[in-house]
């Protein structure tokens, strides 16, 4: 079985990392923060104290870290991944990062023959903990061929979109969609406990109609138990958001909605919020 590095592991990536290990991949792993991977080494990972340390002991390097200033250092530092890789190697990056990052590190791969993969992930720490992520992938085909099966052991959908930086795209629409669904199931609970209603029922019976979603399903029984604990961080869906608003200006195309959202997660995140999850945005109504 291939070897595989992974570097980054937070919510989702040590929960990539247990099924890799529990399908029987050699798992060797990097983290900024060493005690944030104590969990993932106690279960079998392998230490490393670079990412080029990393790189140096595997065939496959799956990285998904915090920003893409995260991801340029992480591939193009002193002890970075390039500084390793060579022709055997796939870099996967699985962070929400843009769609130029993703084309400049394939651009520096290629040059070198180096294979890479942009591959940014949905589904929160509950897709990353059931193994059933939805990756989205950009890059040639036969790259995407040889790193399926890999990508596959923690994702229940995986499809390459197109070339270097069509995954990262493709993330983009998935937040375009989510930022709707976040701030209409906000409005709803907070209408709803407005006009007297039983938010338990409301959210049973709405999520069976039209209106049901994967925000309504998932975050909307957390806030009602008002837990606010961090499937996906605001301060990282705030990146997200200006990462879509910033490639839909390039486009020449104006986005209101995904406009006012980022706003929102912003003024959110400037309150101290940054670290709780998405759902947290009903504390703009309801306080703490």
């Not at 250092?73 to 390039?82: N, P, S, V």
């Not at 890059?139 to 399926?148: L, M, Q, V, Y």
């Not at 197109?162 to 995954?167: I, N, R, V, Y």
Request: net charge negative.
């Amino acid at each position: 079985m291939e070897k595989i590095g992974f570097i980054g592991t937070g919510v989702m990536g040590s929960s990539m990392i247990r099924h890799l290990l529990n399908a029987g991949y050699p798992v060797h792993v990097y983290n900024r923060t060493k005690s944030r991977a104590d969990a993932v080494i106690a279960e079998g990972a392998k230490w490393c104290d670079t990412p080029a340390d990393v790189t140096a002991q595997a065939d496959i390097v799956i990285t998904i870290v915090g920003y893409p200033t995260d991801v340029e250092e992480t591939y193009f530092g002193d002890a970075g991944i390039f500084s390793q890789a060579d022709e055997h190697h796939i870099l996967i990056d699985m962070t929400t990062s843009t769609p130029t990052l993703a084309e400049k590190i394939y651009a520096f791969g290629k040059e070198k023959g180096i294979r890479t993969l942009d591959a940014p992930v949905s589904g929160g720490d509950k897709g990353a903990q059931n193994g059933t992520l939805t990756t989205m992938v950009g890059g040639d085909e036969e790259t995407f061929d040889a790193a399926k099966d890999v990508l596959s052991v923690f994702s229940s959908k995986v499809m390459l979109q197109g070339p270097a930086g069509s995954g990262q795209h493709t993330k983009m629409a998935n937040q375009i969609m989510v930022a709707g669904t976040m701030t209409g199931m906000t409005e709803l609970l907070v209408y709803s406990k407005a006009a007297g209603l039983d938010l338990e029922r409301v959210i049973e019976q709405v999520g069976s109609g039209s209106a049901a979603n994967w925000s309504l399903t998932n975050y909307g029984p957390r806030i009602l138990k008002q837990d606010y604990t961090a499937g996906f961080f605001v301060k990282h869906f705030a990146k997200d958001l200006k990462i879509a608003l910033d490639e839909a200006e390039k486009m020449g195309i104006d986005l209101p909605a995904t406009r006012q959202a980022a706003l929102l997660y912003e003024q959110l995140a400037g309150k101290g919020f940054a670290d709780d999850g998405t759902q947290a945005l009903v504390k703009l109504w309801w306080g703490e």
